[in-house]
């Protein structure tokens, strides 16, 4: 009765090329590139020959440290950016008339007319202007809505009385 040898060897590669570890020296290694490996060839069986397994192994490369990135701006500091840059009493103004058109929502946006923002900009993507993330910095929101009101009614509660008598501003 003849006897059957059965045999396989596991070579783990990566990216293309295998890597062996000697048992004797555990933290060396030895690259072969993958047009070097041969099948393997038993001594005393010359024409056995067992077949060379690639498997492929996904390795996470380490991701570098995350730099602490500064919190993002909340609508109270855009309330309070605002209450710097107009003073008190334009700042209820301004307050008022935000308060009436989107709540001070960052995201507000009004379905029939497409305004967008704190400030209700229409269309929203003008406010790209003062910044690209004006679609979700509050004060981005703010300062163009402040370049606005100044540049079109003078003051802030010039637009809000704008806004009592005609519903917009």
Known sequence: MKRRLVASVIIVCLALQATITSASEPTKQQI???S???PLIIKDYPDFRVPIIIETVVVETPQPPKTPQPPKPTVYDSQSFALKALGKQQFKCIYTL???ESGWRTKAYNKSSGAYGIPQALPGEKMARIGKDWKTNPITQIKWGIMYVKGRYGSACNALRHFYNYGWY
């Open 32 to 34: 072969i590139p993958q």
């Open 98 to 100: 935000f308060m009436y």
């Open 36 to 38: 070097e490996l041969k």
